[in-house]
């Protein structure tokens, strides 16, 4: 690659003339040479450090990426930000920092970038909320960007079958169902997570890796290869010398990041049953870009997206035997065969989604990867719900779901935090076809908007998964399975109806037709109303988990922090 003129890069700022002879005194001082200072400047940026094994492998990737721009005559700069692996802080309070770390993780890139004048950037993350932090970071600069993905554990095996994270949780379940002998819980955990990388099913990490080849951020098949194969160095290395050549072209994340490759994200999240943060992170991504695409434009594409991708946790397979059956870009294929994909978004290689297709050789294989014409089922295995209940939206996932099992309605058994139900789940002090309602769970209300996959993993162990709802205005985990509702808005901290039920009012959940309600009439929901005393108070009155508190926006349009594209004043690459 020839060299690139850097007198429209920001690093120019911090390279270029006699008056900045300190700053490149700085640049001596760490071995960098004086043609690798005069070369444009690319922030490589990781989630690295030691919380989980979905972290561990991204330095050594890093690395590798950084040989890349070398080959192409940039010069990387390696920084590090925090991740909060949800594995980790699943089921207690530490939950409370997971979504907050999404914002976190988007502002320290931020700042890193502008504070050094990066003029580019790689980005890998291994772990649920850093992924679409690190995606969204990418496009609140619009610089050029190419996302990798750390990726994905190898299943585990025990007494002869692939067993993920997933089973453990729901193990927990079965022992304390009196299923489970504690040496046989014992047994399972030792083996179920066998290597570094984000867990196995498709789960929020594996969904929004998905999303980033979908989105066209990430090179095409990047994200399927395990964390411990060698070949995801050579895809670090590839994504290096890709930045390189999108600085050359001048072609930036926003160029890449559009409505219609918002559309053909949601489209790969449906057909895969992907997680249902999907919907609380594309519109956080989009909204990065100034691009209106809130949760009800993400449940429109799923409604009308066949599901044939039969992955876990409501299927059979984990993403290694995705990779295997040919990945992201099998699937897109599919896609293509019934008109659901925008093939004119323009992508990481400088070639747009079509072009990409056409050189996909491999088909579905049938068995990980049904053909579109023949589906696991019609419609999405997630599905956007809307009524009384939820002027606001909510979510569901159905995937592995029978039609027969999409509509439930039962009495409320209301709960005001999660301890509260998984403690009522434990000693099965529930009833069989209740609707169970955690609330003051949301973003602000929580604060964090914590997953609830203790309290559904233990009700599947209990063999009560399709015998019971749930419904919060918190989230799921992607692992979670079963009939259960998250991100039900108005949350209840804002005094949406879900802070007015009461035990025994009866609920609806239809996700055939799309629905949310309780059978109250207008005048009742607006008498209590009327007779809220309020949100309830939570312990986080300072620190980080408060500061989001306040200053976090409706679910419905990512849980964002920040008035988003649309408000921006200037462009950070021409400043």
């Given amino acids: 690659m020839p060299p690139i003129d850097k007198s429209r890069l920001p690093s120019r700022h911090v390279t270029e003339g006699p008056s900045r002879a300190p700053h490149r005194s700085y640049y001596y001082a760490m071995g960098i040479s004086e043609a690798e200072i005069h070369q444009p400047f690319v922030g490589v940026a990781t989630c690295w450090n030691e919380a989980a094994p979905c972290n561990i492998a991204l330095n050594r990737q890093a690395q590798a990426v950084k040989m890349g721009v070398k080959e192409a005559h940039g010069t990387p700069r390696e920084f590090t930000t925090i991740t909060v692996t949800d594995g980790i802080a699943m089921g207690h309070e530490g939950m409370r920092s997971s979504l907050a770390s999404r914002e976190a993780i988007a502002d320290s890139v931020e700042l890193t970038m502008r504070g050094h004048c990066y003029d580019a950037l790689v980005g890998l993350a291994g772990c649920d909320k850093s992924l679409p932090g690190m995606m969204m970071a990418m496009v609140r600069l619009n610089v050029p960007s190419v996302f990798i993905y750390g990726g994905s554990i190898l299943p585990g095996r025990h007494e002869g079958r692939d067993v993920t994270v997933q089973d453990v949780f729901e193990a ?17 955990e030792k083996v179920a997570c066998p290597s570094a990388g984000a867990c196995g099913g498709q789960f929020t990490a594996n969904t929004m890796a998905c ?19 060698e070949s995801r160095d050579q895809y670090a290395e590839a994504s290096g010398r890709a930045v390189m050549a999108l600085i050359e072209k001048n072609i930036r994340a926003r160029d890449i990041v559009t409505r219609k490759s918002l559309e053909n994200a949601a489209r790969v999240v449906a057909c895969t049953g992907g997680s249902t943060n999907a919907g609380l992170h594309l519109p956080a991504i989009a909204h990065e870009a100034g691009i209106e695409f809130d949760l009800f434009d993400v449940c429109d594409i799923f409604r009308d997206t066949p599901y044939f991708v039969d992955l876990k946790p409501g299927g059979k397979y984990v993403a290694k035997d995705l990779y295997e059956a040919g990945g992201v870009p099998v699937v897109m294929k599919e896609l293509r065969k019934a008109g659901l994909i925008h093939e004119d978004c323009m992508t990481v290689t400088g070639r747009t989604i079509g072009e990409e297709i056409d050189m996909v050789t491999r088909e579905a294989d049938g068995r990980v990867i049904y053909p579109v014409s023949a589906p696991i089922t019609p419609t999405g295995g997630v599905v956007g719900l809307k009524g009384n209940l939820a002027p606001d939206g909510a ?4 995937a592995g779901m029978e039609a027969e099992q999409q509509v439930f309605t039962g009495p409320a058994r209301v709960f005001e935090c999660e301890e509260d139900a998984f403690e009522a789940v434990k000693a099965r002090s529930y009833r069989e076809g209740e609707v169970l309602v955690i609330r003051n769970e949301g973003p602000a209300g929580g604060p964090g908007m914590r997953e609830m996959l203790a309290t559904t993993a233990a009700l599947s162990g209990q063999g009560m998964g399709k015998k019971v709802a749930l419904i919060t205005d918190g989230r799921f985990s992607g ?83 920040h008035p988003g594209g649309a408000h921006e004043k200037h462009a950070y690459m021409d400043l």
């Avoid at 927990?172 to 399972?188: D, H, M, T």
């Avoid at 979510?395 to 159905?398: G, L, N």
């Avoid at 949310?516 to 309830?536: N, Y």
Wanted: net charge negative; with cysteine; charged share 20%.
């Fill in 172 to 188: 927990v379940g079965q022992n304390q169902a009196g299923n489970l002998s504690e040496e046989a819980l014992i047994a399972l």
């Fill in 211 to 229: 999303v980033s080849e979908a989105i066209g951020l990430a090179l095409p098949n990047s994200s399927g290869a395990p964390a411990p194969y």
């Fill in 395 to 398: 979510i569901v996932k159905v």
């Fill in 479 to 561: 692992a979670t399975r079963g009939f259960c509702v998250g991100h039900v808005g108005p949350e209840a901290a804002h005094g949406g109806p879900i802070a007015l039920l009461k035990d025994g009012d009866m609920i609806t959940i239809d996700a055939i037709r799309g629905e949310l309600s309780v059978a109250l009439s207008d005048e009742e929901l607006a008498d209590r109303k009327a007779a809220w005393t309020g949100p309830r108070e939570t312990i986080y009155g300072s620190g980080a988990l408060w500061k989001f508190a306040q200053q976090v926006g409706p679910t419905r349009k990512g849980a964002v922090t």
